[in-house]
């Protein structure tokens, strides 16, 4: 009973997402090894770079031959959002000493989330702790076992590998069109990059979708709705919506 009593819903929450993800590290695994990686470059950058869409984007560049600035760059510009998170994970956890790197280490988007969810201080650190730890473990457990299997597993395009990172990166992206703004942004910004592919290196396309987005950004009237924060809101009890007016 004891030990169940510790199984709180956001340790739950943590193991499911860590377990899930870490899956989907086989994947980059196999597509590093694939691209032209050793096993032990493929590791190290899920050891040090930890940040899956990073390093997709990196590997994809370097695997269609281009430049290492360009593959740094467009890994670069998708790891902006975890410095977002980090700024939201200091306020909420206020981690210290030796903490404060390694929860730099493991804020990623499902850390963050998790995290977020949650309405009780104590289950909010529980939660970023096991999801952010757990994904950890488990997404370089995986990504290694990918690249050791990757000879085995033959061309990775084979099984549908070099969808995945796409398929992740719509599921990141549907829920944040909600108006025409950010629909007419992803659409304008794929038109360029579809347009800039012939014409420039691997890698650069990304890299000019980035700058229009910015661009755009910039020069856009009024304050966006929402920010880079992950989608999970944190649940608010009816008297706190009595207090804010808000209640039917």
Not at 58 to 71: K, L, P, S, T
Not at 105 to 119: G, N, P
Not at 145 to 163: E, K, N, S
Not at 227 to 238: F, I, M, S, Y
Request: proline share 6%; with cysteine; glycine share 12%.
């Amino acid at each position: 009973m004891a030990m169940a009593g510790r199984i709180t819903p956001a340790v739950r929450i943590g193991v499911s997402i860590a377990v899930a993800t870490g899956l989907y590290g086989i994947s980059f695994g196999a597509l590093a090894v694939a691209s032209g990686f050793s096993v032990a470059q493929t590791a190290a950058l899920s050891l040090l770079m930890f940040t899956g869409g990073s390093q997709f984007a990196f590997i994809g560049v370097i695997g269609a031959g281009g430049a290492g600035a360009a593959a740094f760059g467009a890994a670069t510009l998708l790891g902006i959002r975890n410095a977002v998170y980090g700024a939201q994970i200091n306020r909420m956890l206020r981690p210290r000493g030796w903490l404060r790197p390694l929860a730099a280490q493991v804020t990623i988007d499902e850390s963050a989330a998790t995290a977020a969810s949650q309405t009780e201080p104590q289950e909010q650190r529980r939660g970023f702790w096991v999801a952010g730890l757990g994904v950890y473990l488990c997404w370089n457990l995986f990504t290694l076992l990918g690249a050791l299997l990757g000879d085995a597993l033959g061309d990775p395009r084979q099984w549908g590998l070099d969808g995945a990172a796409v398929a992740a990166f719509l599921g990141l992206l549907w829920p944040r069109l909600r108006s025409r703004e950010p629909v007419a942004i992803a659409v304008v910004c794929a038109l360029v990059t579809v347009l800039a592919l012939p014409w420039v290196p691997p890698g650069v396309p990304i890299l000019l979708a980035a700058a229009v987005a910015a661009v755009w950004g910039w020069f856009g009237r009024g304050p966006a709705d929402e920010g880079l924060e992950p989608d999970v809101a944190p649940k608010v009890d009816v008297a706190t919506k009595v207090e804010q007016g808000s209640a039917p």
